[in-house]
């Protein structure tokens, strides 16, 4: 199976800036789309998206303010997150899809990285 391991979140204050980075390993895959949700009590909610070609989605919330990137060689997907307000303050959680072992397709999450904006 596919294990997606987020990292770089934290507490910064408001108007700061965190890159948070999620790393895919284990079996061999072809992820069509990887991307970031936050999540506040039960609701999860898109962040931004990215498919396989560049191009990227955006929450209204975030425009402007936060980039997806992703590093297909490294199996890496990346969110800068800049001018962070307190209703940024989320778990996120990155997530993949596509096609595992050259037989099936799959959905994955990680665990979540906490992200606290506050002064």
């Known amino acids: 199976q596919v294990q997606l391991v987020e990292s770089g979140g934290g507490l910064v204050q408001p108007g700061g800036s965190l890159r948070l980075s999620c790393a895919a390993s284990g079996s061999r895959f072809s992820f069509n789309s990887m991307g970031w949700y936050r999540q506040v009590g039960k609701e999860r909610e898109l962040a931004a998206t990215i498919?396989?070609?560049?191009?990227?989605d955006y929450a209204d919330s975030v425009k402007g303010r936060f980039t997806i990137s992703r590093d297909n060689a490294k199996n890496m997907v990346y969110l800068q997150m800049n001018s962070l307000k307190p209703e940024d303050t989320a778990i996120y959680y990155c997530?993949?899809?596509?096609?595992?072992?050259?037989?099936?397709?799959?959905?994955?999450w990680g665990k979540g990285t906490l992200v606290t904006v506050s002064p």
């Open positions: 997530n993949a899809r596509g096609v595992v072992e050259s037989t099936y397709s799959a959905t994955y």
């Open positions: 498919s396989s070609t560049g191009t990227t």
